[in-house]
């Protein structure tokens, strides 16, 4: 099972503490906690009784000294005896009144956080504290001032304590009916501050909305809300929600000498020109995701339960639950990833960059993303983009950041694109995205959840149409976590008689937890004893079985005259075919291979003919191959490898080579780790940052399937025979014929693999093009034999071509 390839915290120095001493430390966390809620609940009651047995008991109280406790305990009215009497005399009576009350809820939410470690809405307790100390106080004040102006109402009378009685003398002396503009302001005023209220409206903002409406660079709809630096360099602070952003607008001078100490939030500017500065930030989800998911997925809960006409395939496990989303952590964040002060220093570190260089720019917009926030800039006119990517290192110099990295320019935009990376990184967890709608209801074949994009959009993509997916990445950069969530998600969408994985792991450990999960989705040969894969050989018979089953389902289309899985398993559904005919049912197929490099060096074209079969050709047939390796050099990602697998991911990699390799493209050597990533898919880089998965919480999820009701074992593959597999290597190593190499070029050329192509352009007969035909299927460079069509080439340049020609063996 793969461990936590990155942390949510930053690395600080472990400090040494027993296990015993841990535990030690929990017991009396929740010994307090249950401590706290049990006086709070005595202090509740004995306040109540006190509300009705108080005068009664208050003379009891007093005259303690001469009836002594035995006889003053059998007078006492309180329902918690002389000592809830006792003390609910001090603290309504002598001290503060009705006025007491606010202390218990407070008191108990925080009894709660230390036996739970968890409280809602995300209150803390210094919050707690001070909001139970000011509404004591405020409300002591108003009570006692009232008390002063209407000395013989009975209500005042019976619930000001001694606390409220001199502090309403006080204020009546000092400030008369002034106190009431007090209370109101010191009200507001705290509010404000406690629970960060930035969102009320000033006449100036509202005078401007006018102007910020003729800016272009401004969303119109957004355009009321701006955080603005003034001539005087005084931050007027205002933003507005609107749909998932919060926009604001900042016009800061550029021409200026520009200082700012990171110690002090102060930022001075000296006025000569204005950049419009817009700041997008959006708004974090609501804390209130619900803690569990359905049993089953909107579109397949009644199957589980309503058996109609139609051939229903989850009926053989139907008393299988969907794992829920308790399983899985929420890593809820305190403080926001990015500041203000930090926007804006970095804003101006970037301009007075860019102006060093006799560089101008006309208007900045800052995007802030999970990991990184996007600054794009529009260059003022005859500016050569070439100029700014070439100054990567001095930004990243000057902001003091590793990982800068230059869009130029951002495809589909007129801007440049600046990623700074984040001093507060966000974690994005896993179970906020698989409660999103977007999971829960979309219509995806194989979804899997990649991350968040940086204007902070959840990416969900489908593995059914990518269709094969290559990860690249180096050690501890997240690569196996980005696994992890992978199979997560596919397991939470998808019912075990509508999946099934063949998972390959060569280090024996990143994958073991997911033997639990044999008996629903797992699928292995009939003669291996582990579902999970760890052998060189059994990898080699694994995929030519895959490639047995890919030829045996691409029959049963034939026969059922449909084009892919998808149109067969509607028919078979709806029982238009027949089982006894050999139809079946076909569950999707997910092949991961983690580790690719060790499996290419011990067998590679044993593993890499096989591989190139189903990425050309098992997509339509539902089998989709995930390759995974932490060494993307060209001896691994070969070009076939490489033509086959469109879409790709990256995390962070040692070198620009490395980047352009799996990418084709340079830019992931400048990634920060932990999850940060890049996609390549549909010929644009997407920057993304992965969800966090914990070990436990994959081990938590396959116990609670592991522990239901399964099939009586794993799927079983075809049975493979290697001695088909050895005659057909043979052919190819030993038995080559004279004009392979230039048939070869000829069909890699033309893209055509047919027998009738060679014997027009080599002047060869039919039975020795046939036999050269053969040969290019065992080198890979055809595909196999589809009846009338031609064959599907499987290498598309020369320069992949070469590679193949160089590792076969020539004769002497």
Request: hydrophobic share 40%; charged share 20%.
């Amino acid at each position: 099972m793969a461990q936590n390839n990155y942390k949510i915290q930053p690395d600080t120095p472990k400090k040494s503490a027993s296990s015993n001493q841990f535990i030690l430390d929990q017991r009396i966390s929740i010994t307090i906690g249950f401590l706290l809620q049990g006086i709070s609940i005595f202090l509740a009651l004995a306040f109540f009784s006190h509300l009705t047995y108080g005068a009664n008991d208050q003379h009891i109280i007093e005259s303690f000294g001469t009836l002594r406790l035995k006889t003053s305990s059998m007078a006492i009215g309180n329902w918690l005896g002389f000592v809830g009497a006792f003390v609910s005399y001090y603290c309504v009576h002598v001290w503060w009144g009705i006025t007491a009350f606010i202390f218990l809820p407070f008191l108990f939410l925080i009894g709660i956080k230390m036996v739970t470690e968890k409280i809602w809405p995300n209150l803390s307790l210094l919050k707690a504290v001070m909001v139970s100390i000011f509404l004591v106080l405020w409300s002591n004040i108003l009570l006692g001032y009232l008390y002063t102006l209407y000395p013989t109402a009975t209500l005042l009378v019976n619930y000001v304590g001694g606390v409220g009685y001199e502090l309403g003398k006080l204020f009546k002396g000092l400030l008369g009916y002034g106190t009431f503009i007090l209370l109101l302001i010191s009200l507001i005023i705290f509010s404000v501050i406690c629970f960060n209220i930035t969102s009320l409206p000033t006449i100036h903002l509202l005078a401007r909305k006018k102007k910020l409406k003729d800016d272009p660079w401004l969303p119109q709809e957004n355009n009321q809300a701006a955080d603005v630096f003034d001539s005087d360099n005084e931050l007027l602070s205002s933003k507005k929600k609107n749909n998932n952003a919060i926009i604001a607008n900042t016009h800061v001078t550029t021409d200026a000498a520009y200082t700012s100490d990171p110690k002090d939030s102060k930022i001075d500017f000296q006025n000569k020109s204005n950049i419009a500065f817009e700041v997008v930030t959006p708004e974090p989800c609501p804390k209130n995701l619900f803690k569990t998911a359905p049993s089953a997925p909107p579109s397949t809960i009644a199957l589980n339960h309503i058996r109609s006409e139609n051939y229903d395939p989850t009926l053989d496990l139907s008393t299988y639950k969907y794992p829920t989303l308790d399983l899985l952590e929420r890593y809820q964040q305190d403080q926001l990833s990015v500041t203000q002060e930090e926007l804006a220093i970095n804003k101006n570190n970037i301009v007075q960059t860019l102006q060093n260089f006799k560089i101008n720019i006309a208007k900045i917009k800052a995007t802030i993303g999970p990991t990184v926030t996007l600054y794009e800039i529009v260059p003022e006119a005859g500016v050569k983009i070439s100029k700014i990517k070439n100054l990567e290192d001095d930004i990243a110099l000057n902001l003091a950041a590793l990982g800068i990295r230059i869009i130029a320019p951002i495809p589909g935009k007129g801007t440049i694109g600046i990623e700074v990376p984040n001093k507060n990184r966000e974690v994005v967890p896993l179970q906020e995205m698989l409660a999103s709608e977007k999971f829960l209801k979309g219509k995806m074949d194989l979804p899997i959840v990649l991350g968040k994009s940086i204007s902070n959009e959840l990416f969900i993509a489908d593995l059914g149409r990518m269709p094969h997916l290559l990860i690249a990445g180096a050690t501890g950069q997240g690569k196996s976590v980005g696994l992890n969530v992978l199979l997560t998600s596919l397991i939470y969408k998808k019912h075990p008689s509508q999946l099934k994985l063949v998972l390959v792991d060569p280090k024996k450990v990143e994958l073991s937890l997911y033997n639990r999960l044999e008996r629903h989705f797992l699928a292995k040969l009939p003669i291996s004893e582990e579902p999970i894969i760890t052998e060189t050989k059994k990898v080699i018979h694994t995929l030519n079985s895959l490639c047995i089953e890919m030829d045996h389902r691409y029959e049963l289309l034939k026969e059922a005259g449909t084009r892919n899985i998808k149109e067969y398993n509607e028919k078979f559904i709806k029982r238009i075919l027949n089982p006894q005919e050999g139809h079946r049912f076909l569950p999707y197929i997910v092949l991961v291979i983690d580790e690719f490099a060790d499996m290419m060096m011990t067998a590679g074209k044993e593993i890499e003919v096989p591989i190139a079969r189903l990425a050309q050709l098992a997509r339509a047939i539902g089998i989709h191959l995930v390759l995974a390796t932490q060494r993307p050099s060209v001896n691994v990602i070969t070009g076939i490898i490489k033509a086959n697998f469109p879409v790709r991911i990256s995390y962070k990699v040692s070198s620009r080579i490395d980047s352009r390799t799996i990418l084709d493209a340079s830019g992931a050597e400048q990634l920060v780790g932990n999850g940060d990533m890049l996609l390549s898919m549909n010929s644009d880089i997407i920057r993304l940052q992965a969800p966090f998965l914990d070990t436990a919480e994959v081990e938590r999820v396959c116990s609670y399937i592991g522990a239901q009701s399964g099939y009586p074992s794993a799927y079983m593959l075809p049975t493979y025979d290697e001695e088909d597999k050895e005659d057909m290597m043979a052919v190819d190593l030993q038995a080559t014929d004279p004009l392979f190499e230039e048939a070869a070029r000829l069909i890699v050329l033309h893209q055509q693999g047919s027998t009738s192509l060679i014997q027009r352009k080599l002047k060869l007969g039919y039975n020795r093009s046939g036999r050269l035909i053969d040969q290019l299927e065992a080198a890979g460079i055809v595909g196999p034999f589809e009846g009338s069509k031609a064959r599907e080439v499987l290498v598309t340049d020369e320069a992949s071509l070469n590679e193949i020609l160089s590792r076969l063996p020539h004769k002497d």
